[in-house]
C-alpha cells in the first residue's frame, strides 16, 4: 500500500478507483467494501503508484480488495478506446475524474474513476491485510446506509441508471496495463504487497 506523495496543505495524490456492478435477477447491485482505516463504505481503489498508469493501479486494487480477476470483468465505456496508436498504450476512459478532499484535512486526492460490470462474485477473496467486508448494495441501500459517502452513492447512481445501459461493454482484460515498449495486456505478475 502506498503512502501519500504530496503531504503539504493544499497539495494532492493521484488515486484509481472502481464502481463495480453486479447484475443479478433481482436488479444491480454496487460493491462497496469497509475502509479499516476510514471506517466507511467506499468503492475499491487506492493510490497510483509512480511506477503504474491509472488502469493498472485500478487493477490490482480490485484484484487485492475485491477479489476480482480480469477476466470476469467488463469496463463501461462511451466508445470503443482501444483505438491502435503505434507510440501509445491505450486505457479504458474513467467514468468520472474528481478531486476531492481526504476528510477534513488540507490533502486532496484526484480520482480516476472506472466503472465494471460483472454477473458474476469475485474468483478470490481479498488478499491478506484487506477489508474481508464486502457488500453488495442496491442503490436505495446505498443513499440509506451513513457509511457511505454521499459522492460514492451520487456516482453510483449515475453508473446504474445510465451508463449500465448506454455505454459500450469492453472487457476489462483487453486493456493493456504497462507503459508503451512495456505493454502487456491482462492479468498482473502478482499482487501488489
Do not use: C
Not at 104 to 118: E, F, G, I, Q
Not at 133 to 152: F, G, K, S
Not at 169 to 176: C, H, L
Amino acid at each position: 500500500m502506498m503512502v501519500h506523495l504530496n503531504n503539504l496543505p493544499g497539495q494532492r495524490d493521484i488515486t484509481a478507483s472502481a464502481l463495480i456492478i453486479r447484475e443479478t435477477p433481482r436488479g444491480p447491485l454496487a460493491l462497496v467494501h469497509l475502509h479499516r482505516k476510514l471506517g466507511l463504505l467506499l468503492q475499491v481503489g487506492g493510490h497510483v503508484e509512480l511506477d503504474e498508469t491509472p488502469w493498472a493501479a485500478v487493477v490490482h486494487e480490485i484484484r487485492e480488495e475485491a477479489g476480482y480477476g480480469l477476466d470476469q470483468l467488463a469496463v463501461l465505456q462511451p466508445y470503443d478506446t482501444r483505438l491502435p496508436a503505434p507510440n501509445n498504450v491505450a486505457h479504458p476512459l474513467p467514468a468520472v475524474f474528481d478531486t476531492h478532499r481526504v476528510n477534513d484535512t488540507p490533502h486532496y486526492h484526484s480520482d480516476l474513476l472506472y466503472a465494471l460490470v460483472t454477473s458474476e462474485l469475485p474468483a478470490h477473496q481479498p488478499t491478506a491485510g484487506e477489508s474481508r467486508d464486502l457488500r453488495w448494495y442496491t442503490l436505495a441501500q446505498l443513499h440509506e446506509d451513513p457509511l457511505v459517502l454521499p459522492d460514492n452513492a451520487i456516482y453510483y447512481g449515475l453508473a446504474m441508471e445510465q451508463l449500465l445501459t448506454s455505454w459500450l461493454r469492453i472487457p476489462a482484460k483487453n486493456y493493456s496495463l504497462g507503459m508503451p515498449g512495456l505493454a502487456t495486456v491482462g492479468e498482473p505478475a502478482a499482487p501488489r504487497s
